[in-house]
């Protein structure tokens, strides 16, 4: 496709559910990139792929939250038993080793 | 850790100059951006400046930095209500086979033009 896109846009889930976010990334593109932007506060790293390295899970918050990602393509980013603290917007980004990251529209996650 | 700071909120009016400031300390940060987020809109990349350059314009846009201070600022000229946005500041450090790094942002500074 032409950008980024991620499914669903808006998800809203009862805490103590999972939940997945889905990510597209540009074709091509061999790093993708997850974020978590909190109401009124900037973006926050979660997870970085890059080709076939191991991925950086370094931002990820707890053992709660994990992602994969299927070659150089989807990624799913998994949140168990989700808590009030987990709703935010989650935006994916990816890049090509000479590109700077474009990102998609985000899923506006709410747990009630 | 790595950390981003912005002044929150700036107000300018409609025609003048907007410098949004921003420092960081990281000092490996080998790329520094500006992105601009509006209502309801994606993330949009504004400009980006390499670690090894004090200044960039493109067009209405110059970013200055001060590497020893750790200081990058965004200057928009003639600034227009089309300009209100919240902007991030940025940075990463790119390793030696990989991406240009993943990103960490600083908290935004909301930009508001008034007529």
């Known amino acids: 496709g032409a950008g980024v896109s991620q499914s669903p846009s808006n998800k809203v889930t009862e805490k103590g559910k999972d939940v997945e976010l889905r990510c597209d990334p540009i074709s091509g593109h061999t790093a993708l990139y997850w974020y978590r932007q909190r109401l009124g506060q900037g973006l926050e790293f979660l997870i970085y792929?890059?080709?076939?390295?191991?991925?950086?899970k370094s931002g990820l918050p707890s053992d709660r939250f994990s992602a994969e990602r299927t070659g150089e393509s989807v990624s799913t980013l998994t949140i168990q038993r989700t808590q009030q603290e987990d709703s935010a917007v989650y935006l994916c980004?990816?890049?090509?080793?000479?590109?700077?990251?474009?990102f998609g529209p985000g899923t506006r996650l709410t747990v009630l | 850790g790595e950390d981003v700071e912005q002044s929150l909120f700036l107000s300018v009016r409609e025609g003048d100059s907007s410098v949004i400031n921003c420092t960081y300390t990281?000092?490996?940060?080998?790329?520094l951006y500006w992105y601009k987020q509006e209502p309801g809109a994606g993330l949009q990349l504004l400009t980006y400046?390499?670690?090894?350059?004090d200044m960039k314009q493109d067009q209405r846009l110059t970013v200055l930095l001060n590497k020893k201070d750790k200081h990058l600022s965004l200057r928009i000229a003639d600034t227009q209500t089309g300009d209100s946005a919240i902007y991030f500041c940025a940075e990463s450090h790119q390793g030696t086979t990989d991406s240009w790094g993943k990103l960490q942002f600083g908290a935004g500074t909301q930009v508001v033009v008034t007529p």
């Open positions: 400046i390499f670690s090894n350059m």
């Open positions: 990281d000092s490996s940060s080998t790329y």
């Open positions: 792929f890059q080709g076939n390295s191991a991925p950086d």
């Open positions: 980004a990816s890049s090509s080793w000479t590109s700077e990251q474009f």
